[in-house]
């Protein structure tokens, strides 16, 4: 295994992206940040993939990213490879869960409000620091954050620049759940076992929906795929039939 690089393991329908860089605290180099949007491309490609799983290696979620060439840094503004990889993971079109131990800082926590979902252990830790080092947050970037935690909370991270702790994270909204670091493992399996049950068509949909990515022409077409499809049908006899409902419709049956 490289000493930075993103892994992937496909277990079931769900896919684990692991942030692989234990020297620097799992600090994304600009390679790793070149390579995740490789990565989402292919995993959305593949029928079989039905939720993505994003953690780190041991005991950090992500650390930040290797700042690199400052000058270069400085150049790409909202351009840069950073933001293009969590415009990708904000888009795909499966549900992803980021699961959080340790720290999730700079361009970790980036990666996180980008996911769908956030679980963290308890030892989690957040922060949003360019403040400190004299950067201006990317626009996309802010505004993410701002629509999850609001205003005033995205203003304390990003005034302060200190860390916060899992507890409050959950308090502003930044995660989902708190759990014991032994529990976390089990508990994205049981939400991930879930949710790749359920029917895809209807999760893409709402997530769409959710991101405000579907104008009212895009909202037709899902309801006429929703009656073209039969999975509704399906889902509403296997009600009535009090058994688990076969969903078969894919991201990849042409969007």
């Known amino acids: 295994m490289s000493e930075a690089e993103l892994t992937v393991e496909v277990t079931g329908a769900v896919a684990t992206v692991t942030i692989h860089h234990p020297a620097r605290r799992n600090a994304m180099t600009p390679a790793m940040w070149r390579q995740l949007p490789v990565l989402l491309d292919g995993l959305e490609a593949d029928p079989s993939v ?21 000058d270069e840094l ?16 904000a888009t795909f079109a499966k549900p992803t869960v980021a699961a959080v131990r340790g720290a999730c ?13 956030r679980f963290a252990a308890e030892d989690a830790r957040f922060g949003v620091p360019p403040a400190r080092l004299g950067l201006v947050y990317p626009a996309p970037t802010t505004r993410r954050l701002t629509r999850l935690v609001g205003p005033s909370t995205a203003k304390f991270l990003l005034f302060t620049a200190e860390l916060i702790d899992a507890e409050r994270a959950l308090r502003v909204g930044l995660v989902d759940e708190v759990l014991p670091a032994d ?54 006899t296997a009600h009535h039939e ?9 991201p990849s049956d042409g969007r």
């Open 242 to 250: 009090r058994r688990t409902p076969t969903f078969t419709w894919s």
């Open 183 to 236: 529990a976390l493992t089990a508990r994205v399996a049981a939400v991930t076992a879930a949710i790749v049950q359920r029917s895809q068509l209807s999760i893409v949909a709402a997530k769409e929906i959710v991101d405000e990515r579907a104008g009212p022409a895009r909202v037709a077409w899902w309801h006429r795929k929703v009656r073209d499809s039969g999975e509704a049908h399906e889902g509403i």
């Open 105 to 117: 800082v700079g361009g970790g926590c980036q990666l996180a409000v980008a996911c769908d979902l």
């Open 50 to 70: 039905r939720a993505l799983v994003l953690t780190g290696t041991g005991g950090t979620f992500c650390a930040g990213a290797d700042l690199g060439d400052l």
């Open 74 to 89: 400085l150049d790409a503004g909202d351009h840069s490879i950073a933001v293009a990889a969590e415009e990708r993971l």
